[in-house]
């Protein structure tokens, strides 16, 4: 449950010392019901690591973010009295992105405040926008370093993209490009031999519906319907024999962040095991959460499962640092789903610019303390750099 909401009266924080440490504000979208939109745990477990590490810090809305202004209106929880409640704030020095929807993001008022907020000169933004797996795709596919990793992709545009792509791989991913949680994924698996060759598998809400079809036409049909209800542009991509335990397949999930360096690091990785009847391994729709060693060693061995995971450990960080170059905007954070084949390959699926909260108890206390170092770090570099140019 949410935690209640009051709005008592409202106190001024401005005169705390907090050293040479930014102060970082949590920018969310206001809300005519609730104040602001967002996963109120996760903006409370980022103020109170705030706290433990003695930065200022606070949640804003969009609406309350006046660039004009020295303090601005924000909110703070109380933990002992699970309230939130408002307060003014001086204006932030860095400021991270966490409004939770696309829809959100696209609004014209929303993205002049971002457009904005990204030039000014004494405010640091990071984790600007949300990525589509279009995109991804293009960035990455375009870069040396990081080509090997993707499976072959197309814009899901017309019938001879499919009939295309099945003539070398037999099997299909079709995923909306600004998906998520498995919403609108199908997967296409061809087998000749067969009387109806052709097998569409529809991911619903919890497992996944099965359609058989003896053309290609006949399938383009049902695809066709069944991307309108998402109503998206649709990738269609090479499917990956993933590798698998008991039967179902897993993948794994990295959360990558910058440190007190500003550079790319690996916080942590858990595996995703997919659900008994699921083409996809999100949890909410069967599937469970495992240890990425055990999975590997239980498929590789222990030789093997160490040089995977330590070529996982070291992908992610190369997949992360183009994605950042290529996005032309300032990254702090990333999470990626990948897959490990049957061979031990290792594949990227996609990254997201607004992770979810990782269930690992380790995992999740060390990505909510680099948010912190990282926006030192932002900080820092930004006043070195205008007492640079003001010499
Ligand atoms: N090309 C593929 N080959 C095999 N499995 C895939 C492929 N693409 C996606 N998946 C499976 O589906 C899941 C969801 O795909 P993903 O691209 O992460 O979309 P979403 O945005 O819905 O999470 C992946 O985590 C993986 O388990
Ligand atoms: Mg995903």
Not at 117 to 124: A, D, G, K, T, V
Not at 239 to 268: C, H, V, Y
Request: charged share 25%; with cysteine.
């Amino acid at each position: 449950m949410n935690p209640i909401l009051s709005s008592p009266e409202i106190v001024v924080r401005s005169n705390y010392s907090f050293g040479d440490k930014p102060i970082l504000a949590i920018l969310t979208i206001d809300d005519d019901t609730q104040m602001f939109r967002g996963n109120r745990q996760n903006f409370a477990d980022l103020l109170a690591t705030g706290e433990k590490l003695g930065f200022m810090t606070y949640v804003v809305t969009i609406k309350h973010l006046k660039l004009s202004r020295s303090t601005v209106l924000g909110y703070t929880y109380d933990i002992n009295e699970d309230v939130w409640s408002r307060a003014y704030f001086p204006r932030p020095n860095v400021v991270y992105n966490r409004i939770p929807l696309r829809e959100d993001e696209r609004l014209p008022r929303v993205r002049k405040k971002l457009m904005a907020l990204s030039r000014h000169p004494n405010i640091q933004l990071f984790n600007r926008r949300f990525f589509n797996k279009w995109s991804l795709f293009q960035w990455l596919n375009d870069a040396k370093t990081t080509k090997a990793y993707i499976p072959e992709t197309r814009r899901l545009t017309e019938i001879a993209v499919l009939s295309s792509l099945l003539r070398r791989h037999s099997h299909l991913y079709l995923k909306p490009v600004r998906g998520k949680a498995g919403v609108g994924i199908m997967s296409v698996r061809v087998q000749p031999e067969k009387n109806l060759p052709y097998t569409l598998q529809i991911q619903e809400e919890k497992g996944s519906r099965t359609f058989r079809c003896a053309t290609l036409a006949r399938l383009w049909n049902r695809v066709l319907k069944q991307s309108s209800v998402i109503g998206e542009p649709y990738i269609a991509q090479q499917g990956i024999s993933l590798a698998s335990m008991n039967e179902r397949p897993f993948d794994l999930r990295a959360l990558i962040q910058k440190n007190e360096f500003g550079q790319w690091e690996l916080t942590g990785i858990g595996a995703r095991v997919a659900g008994d009847t699921s083409i996809t391994t999100h949890v909410p729709r069967g599937g469970y959460i495992e240890e990425p060693e055990k999975l590997l060693i239980s498929v590789f061995g222990q030789d093997k499962a160490r040089k995977v995971l330590s070529k996982v450990k070291n992908t992610v960080v190369t997949l992360a640092r183009q994605i950042e170059r290529s996005s032309k905007h300032k990254m702090g954070e990333m999470s990626m789903d990948l897959g490990v084949d049957v061979s031990g390959q290792v594949w990227f699926f996609e990254a997201n610019s607004k992770p979810m909260k990782f269930d690992e108890p380790h995992i999740r206390k060390k990505s909510l303390e680099q948010i912190f170092y990282y926006s030192q770090y932002l900080h820092a570099a930004a006043l070195k750099q205008s007492a640079g140019t003001s010499v």
